[in-house]
């Protein structure tokens, strides 16, 4: 599966953006999700996961609150809605997904990424 990230930006602290992860090439709904992010220096780091079906989701506690992570499998799509953006928002996200109905929280798990879409927050 071929994935795509998109919708990321430049947004004041407080505001929200909403990225996307098209996949195309196999069947979307066979695939887990997760979204991660990686700033300037730092390590790769767990955002957001979820299943397959859609029916289970689970968030980093940094974002636990602000960010919901969904899913649209007629149109092969992952969203996460950001709310309440904050300065330490600021990374390139990537999408990522693996096959199966479970997620999981390490990078490394994961078999096909996309490409990363930046968001920077100011304050």
């Known amino acids: 599966v071929q994935l795509q990230a998109s919708g990321g930006?430049?947004?004041?602290?407080?505001?929200?953006l909403r990225l996307s992860c098209a996949a195309s090439g196999r069947t979307f709904?066979?695939?887990a999700t997760g979204w991660f992010r990686q700033a300037p220096g730092k390590e790769r780091e767990f955002v957001a996961a979820i299943s397959r079906s859609g029916s289970s989701?689970?968030?980093?506690?940094?974002?636990?609150?602000?960010?919901?992570?969904?899913?649209?499998?007629?149109?092969?799509?992952v969203y996460l809605q950001m709310n309440s953006l904050k300065p330490e928002d600021t990374a390139v996200?990537?999408?990522?997904s693996r096959q199966g109905e479970s997620y999981y929280l390490t990078p490394i798990l994961y078999n096909y990424w996309g490409q990363g879409t930046l968001v920077t927050v100011s304050s």
């Open 9 to 16: 930006g430049l947004v004041q602290a407080g505001g929200s």
């Open 29 to 31: 709904s066979s695939y």
């Open 57 to 77: 989701t689970y968030y980093a506690d940094s974002v636990k609150g602000r960010f919901t992570i969904s899913r649209d499998n007629a149109k092969n799509t």
């Open 93 to 96: 996200y990537y999408c990522a």
